[in-house]
């Protein structure tokens, strides 16, 4: 995955993934694919927010230091 | 005059001066001998040796022309009493213009010529008529609407150029000018001196011609400048001296008149114990003496200093408020932002593992919808297999592979096969 994708834009992709498949969109063939496609998405917005997390973390330390 | 003398003359029928000055000098004495008050106006007035000179007018009233006029002389030993208490009753000495009451006695001298000779003054005439006149000028002021213009005047806040109306070197300029200069604020004064003549005949043309000064250096300054900014911020009237001075020059109607309508405010010291001149009545402040003219200058100052202290301290102490509250808004956000974008975090956390969970939910509704399909498909198509109907005991014929469905397709000596439930049977058509 781009490492240049945005949280957002990951978020969207996700969530337009998460629809088609609720909604049957997917052809059965693709659905493995697409699937990958959204743990890949699944786990770089999860990456991103344990980092803001402990950057966030870390200010509010400094910042009560 | 001798008896021989007299013989001589007569038979001449030509007097000498003298005889003839000697006769009117009898008759006076015999027809003129009581003493009398007599009103007049003074047209000169001098001292000399201790005596005093006079001259005496009365003016026809609407003419203003002479009508009578005649010499009159007090002699020092009378003087040395009547001055003192003129000037003590009247606060100034006898001067040209005044109407005063005399107490005379006719002279003739052969040699000096007609004379009155002053043996009192009554100053309560002279006070009466000074009076009158005041209140003619003052009447004649507020008349023309121009007795209280000066008090609608405002002396500037920051009044610091100061246009002063003086005596040269009179003590009282003096007095006002260390007063300003030693002022314990050490507030600057810009003090800038109009001569003028500050006692007598001369104060009122003396004062006004110092006033036209001011007033060219004010108005070129304001046409060559800006309108609002000006030269002086005020004129100060000051003289400081001898209690009995003549301040008789200070109650004129043309004076009075061009302080009252002179556009900046004036402020008066000139000094009197006895009734308020007319120049304090019509200036924007009056003040008894030089040095409280300089009081006021600078009470003024510190006025404004203390407003201006006190709009300081406001201000800071808005400031600082202000500041104060910015900084405990800070701390409060400080403290609040990264719990709010932790809280941003957690919520899209959450919104992620929503989205994981309904993932493998949709999946696999998806993979159950599809097999369920896929066995519905499988039902129909059971429904189809011919070896059903063959087991429930119907036969197929086939010709060449082929169902047939209708004999006219058949004729005699094909070959056909039928299809039952446990075999086929092969058999040739008859017909």
Same mark, same amino acid.
């Given at each position: 995955?781009n490492?240049?994708?945005?949280?957002e834009?990951a978020?969207?992709?996700l969530e337009?993934i998460?629809r088609?498949?609720?909604?049957?969109?997917?052809d059965?063939?693709?659905?493995a694919?697409q699937?990958?496609?959204a743990?890949r998405?699944?786990?770089?917005?999860?990456?991103k927010l344990?980092?803001?997390?402990?950057?966030?973390?870390?200010?509010q330390?400094?910042?009560?230091s | 005059?001798?008896?021989?003398e007299?013989a001589?003359a007569?038979?001449?029928e030509?007097?000498t001066?003298?005889q003839?000055?000697l006769?009117?000098?009898?008759?006076?004495e015999m027809?003129?001998?009581?003493e009398y008050?007599?009103e007049a106006e %003074?047209? *000169?007035c001098?001292e000399?040796s $201790?005596h005093?000179?006079? /001259?005496l007018?009365?003016?026809?009233e609407?003419s203003?022309t002479?009508?009578a006029?005649?010499? &009159?002389?007090c002699?020092r030993?009378?003087w040395?009493m009547v001055?003192p208490?003129?000037?003590r009753?009247?606060?100034?000495p006898?001067r040209?213009?005044?109407?005063?009451?005399?107490?005379v006695?006719?002279q003739?001298h052969?040699?000096y010529?007609?004379?009155?000779?002053?043996?009192?003054i009554?100053?309560t005439?002279?006070?009466?008529?000074? &009076?009158?006149k005041?209140?003619e =000028?003052?009447r +004649?002021?507020k008349e023309e609407?121009?007795f209280d213009?000066?008090?609608e005047l405002?002396?500037?806040?920051?009044?610091?150029?100061?246009?002063v109306?003086?005596? +040269?070197?009179a003590?009282g300029?003096g007095?006002?000018?260390r007063?300003l200069e030693?002022?314990e604020?050490? #507030?600057?004064?810009?003090?800038t001196?109009?001569?003028?003549?500050?006692q007598?005949?001369?104060?009122?043309q003396?004062? =006004? &011609?110092?006033?036209?000064k001011?007033? /060219?250096l !004010?108005?070129?300054?304001?046409s060559? #400048?800006?309108?609002?900014?000006s030269?002086f911020?005020?004129?100060?009237?000051?003289?400081g $001296?001898?209690a009995?001075?003549?301040?008789?020059?200070?109650?004129?109607l043309? %004076?009075a *008149?061009?302080?009252a309508q002179f556009?900046?405010p004036?402020?008066?010291?000139i000094?009197?114990d006895?009734d308020?001149?007319i120049?304090?009545? =019509?200036?924007n402040?009056?003040?008894k003496?030089?040095t409280?003219?300089a009081a006021?200058l600078?009470?003024?100052?510190l006025?404004?200093l203390?407003q201006?202290d006190?709009?300081? +301290?406001?201000i800071?102490h808005a400031?600082?408020?202000r500041?104060?509250? !910015?900084k405990?808004?800070?701390v409060t956000?400080?403290s609040?932002i990264?719990t709010?974008?932790?809280r941003?975090v957690?919520d899209?956390r959450?919104?992620?593992?929503?989205? /994981?969970?309904? %993932?493998?939910i949709a =999946? *696999?509704?998806r993979?159950?919808?599809?097999?369920?399909?896929? /066995?519905?498909?499988n039902?129909k198509?059971?429904?189809f297999?011919p !070896? %059903?109907l063959?087991s429930? $005991?119907y036969?197929?014929?086939?010709?060449?592979g082929?169902a047939?469905?209708d004999? +006219?397709q058949l004729?005699p000596?094909?070959?056909i096969?039928?299809?039952v439930?446990?075999?086929t049977?092969?058999?040739?058509?008859?017909?």
């Open positions: 995955m490492e240049e994708i945005k949280y834009e978020l969207t992709q337009t998460v088609k498949m609720e909604q049957n969109e997917y059965i063939d693709e659905l694919a699937l990958k496609t743990q998405l699944i786990k770089f917005c999860k990456d344990t980092k803001t997390e402990e950057e966030l973390q870390k200010i330390a400094e910042a009560n | 005059m001798k008896s021989e007299f001589t007569m038979m001449n030509h007097y001066l003298r003839l000055n006769m009117v000098r009898d008759a006076i027809h003129l001998p009581d008050w007599v %003074l047209s *000169e001098r000399n $201790g005093c000179y006079m /001259e007018i009365e003016k026809d609407r203003n002479p009508v006029r005649a010499s &009159a002389k002699w030993q009378t040395l001055k208490y003129f000037e009753t009247t606060g100034q006898l040209v213009g005044m109407k005063v009451l005399l107490k006695y006719a003739f052969e040699a010529g007609f004379s009155w000779i002053v043996s009192d009554d100053p005439y002279t006070l009466g008529d000074m &009076a009158r005041r209140q =000028i003052i +004649q002021l609407g121009v213009l000066q008090r405002r002396i500037p806040t920051f009044a610091k150029r100061i246009a109306i003086s005596a +040269q070197n003590a300029y007095d006002f000018c007063q030693e002022n604020y050490g #507030f600057r004064f810009d003090v001196l109009f001569p003028a003549i500050m007598g005949e001369q104060v009122e003396s004062v =006004i &011609a110092a006033l036209n001011i007033y /060219e !004010q108005s070129n300054h304001t060559q #400048f800006s309108p609002l900014s030269h911020d005020c004129v100060v009237i000051i003289r $001296g001898g009995t001075a003549d301040l008789s020059g200070f109650d004129t043309a %004076l *008149e061009n302080v556009p900046l004036v402020i008066t010291g000094g009197h006895r308020e001149s120049l304090d009545m =019509i200036s402040t009056k003040v003496t030089p409280a003219a006021l600078i009470d003024n100052l006025h404004v203390e201006l006190d709009a300081s +301290q406001r800071s400031v600082n408020q500041i104060s509250n !910015q405990t808004k800070i956000m400080t609040l990264p709010l974008a932790l941003v957690g899209q959450h919104r992620i593992e929503m989205m /994981e969970n309904r %993932l493998p =999946i *696999e509704r993979l159950t919808n599809q097999k369920h399909l896929l /066995e519905s498909l039902i198509l059971q429904g297999d !070896q %059903l063959l429930r $005991g036969s197929i014929t086939l010709k060449d082929k047939v469905r004999p +006219q004729k000596g094909d070959e096969e039928t299809r439930e446990k075999g049977i092969r058999s040739v058509v008859k017909n």
